[in-house]
DNA sequence: TCCCAGGTCCTGA
DNA sequence: TCAGGACATGGG
């Protein structure tokens, strides 16, 4: 068991419904069972201290929650820069950490989320996972497995997917898969992110929004605005945009929001997602 | 039954 | 460069 105290700026349920990851799920009592990086583990948080049943070791979870970095900080120039909209999002989305998910996750998480619903996108990972996935372990008396590796993707046909029910998105994430092993074959040292970075939009059923996506919450980009259905209804509600003017979105956030523009969206995402609800 | 979902790709103008 | 349609699937 591993207890991390003088925990800030963190709420269990808006860091991991936040659409930024798929693999969470809420127990009973408020703690969420999951899976990172071939680690399984119950994080709960009680007061201000976490408290993290599981495989992985404290830095691995520190790094994987983001807890080394000061978010307060980042809150009160994000409301600096925007003092209308962003304080009312940040209220209501203030304990959102953007994890540090493994860049290959992202990229299948990312591909599989287009056109496509939370509940259904969780659906298809974990079919995925168990399927075609290794082995973890058993933990609390359920099975876990890793995402299956690209080498384990490039192997297969779309027909071989055909009972994860990912739709369309089948081929892309072979032929995505194929070219990762392209790509890996050809560098030094293994899982080099920037020549990954540079090759994402060549990836097939990758275009900008989930390549945005990916540069924010794969490699941690923070500047990375993604734009979606939800973003281009919140920026014309609030900021008066045109519902197809992406590029003037994207210069907005980029002027007014800055290396953080990122964890700006993700406020902003949740907030209008909230409003929606009510 | 219909609408929509953290879009991308292809085609034609 | 850009608008418009096709694309699989299933939750609400």
């Not at 989305?93 to 996750?105: M, S, T, V």
């Not at 299948?108 to 372990?137: H, M, T, W």
């Not at 992110?193 to 059923?205: H, P």
């Amino acid at each position: 068991m591993i207890y991390i105290d003088e925990i800030k700026d963190l709420n269990l349920r808006e860091t991991f419904e936040c659409g930024q990851c798929f693999r969470w799920n809420e127990e009973e009592d408020g703690s969420y069972t999951g899976t990172a990086m071939g680690r399984v583990a119950n994080i709960m948080l009680e007061g201000d201290r976490l408290i993290i049943d599981g495989s992985g070791d404290e830095n691995f979870w520190r790094n994987y929650l983001d807890l080394d970095r000061d978010y307060s900080e980042i809150k009160k120039r994000l409301v600096s820069c925007e003092p209308e909209i962003m304080p009312m999002a940040i209220e209501a989305g203030a304990g959102i950490r953007i994890l540090n998910q493994e860049l290959w996750e992202t990229v299948v998480d990312f591909i599989i989320s287009q056109n496509n619903n939370i509940p259904r996108i969780k659906g298809c990972i974990e079919r995925l996972a168990e399927n075609f996935g290794d082995y973890i372990g058993e933990f609390r008396n359920r099975e876990f497995y890793n995402l299956p590796s690209p080498k384990r993707l490039a192997e297969l046909k779309p027909s071989d997917l055909a009972p994860i029910r990912l739709g369309y998105r089948d081929k892309y994430l072979i032929e995505t898969a194929k070219r990762w092993m392209c790509i890996e074959q050809g560098l030094s040292e293994k899982g080099s992110l920037s020549v990954f970075s540079n090759e994402l939009s060549n990836f097939s059923g990758v275009g900008p929004k989930v390549e945005a996506c990916i540069r924010l919450f794969g490699i941690h980009d923070l500047s990375s605005f993604p734009i979606d259905v939800w973003v281009k209804r919140l920026m014309s509600r609030f900021y008066g945009f045109a519902e197809n003017d992406t590029k003037g979105m994207e210069r907005f956030a980029c002027e007014r929001f800055g290396e953080y523009a990122g964890l700006a969206q993700q406020y902003l995402f949740n907030y209008i997602r909230t409003l929606d609800k009510q």
